[in-house]
């Protein structure tokens, strides 16, 4: 009977061969949908924040308006670096009480002055404001910019 030689072209494959080529794509494959879960993440992250600032300064504005109230928002940044939107209110039921927003998970920022006023009597913010929120995930960053103009529209962009 003739022997048979196993020539690097007849060789087979092993099965442990098989598997770490198969694990070495299972790990470049996990590693590229974490980075791209990432750069979604810090986009839900901004959008998330930007609404809740959003509805918050809405439903004060809307309160304001309904009974005829003034308050002024303070944008203050803490010792620890952070940033938040402080709100005081100046006349109506809640005379002197004090509300606070900070966002979670993304920085903020804020254009203007520190101090505007609103007045529900008039409906206008003086003067109107600009708050930016960022957030940096996987080598992303993603923004979103919310807006109170002047006649007390807020916005999101």
């Not at 791209?36 to 809405?58: G, P, Q």
Request: charged content about 20%; proline content about 3%.
């Amino acid at each position: 009977m003739r022997k048979r030689s196993f020539s690097p072209r007849n060789r087979a494959y092993t099965l442990i061969e098989l598997l770490i080529a198969v694990s070495v794509l299972l790990l470049i494959a996990s590693y590229a949908v974490c980075t791209a879960a990432d750069n979604r993440n810090a986009d839900f992250i901004v959008r998330r924040e930007a609404e809740e600032l959003y509805s918050w300064l809405t439903e004060r504005t809307a309160f304001a308006d309904a009974s005829v109230s003034s308050f002024t928002l303070a944008f203050v940044t803490l010792q620890n670096g952070e940033n938040s939107l402080k709100l005081i209110w100046d006349s109506g039921p809640y005379y002197a009480r004090r509300e606070e927003f900070k966002p979670d998970g993304c920085t903020f920022s804020f254009s203007g002055t520190t101090e505007c006023v609103y007045s529900g009597e008039w409906h206008t913010l003086t003067p109107a404001a600009s708050f930016t929120l960022r957030c940096t995930r996987g080598g992303k960053t993603a923004a979103r910019t919310v807006s109170v103009s002047g006649q007390g529209y807020v916005s999101v962009k």
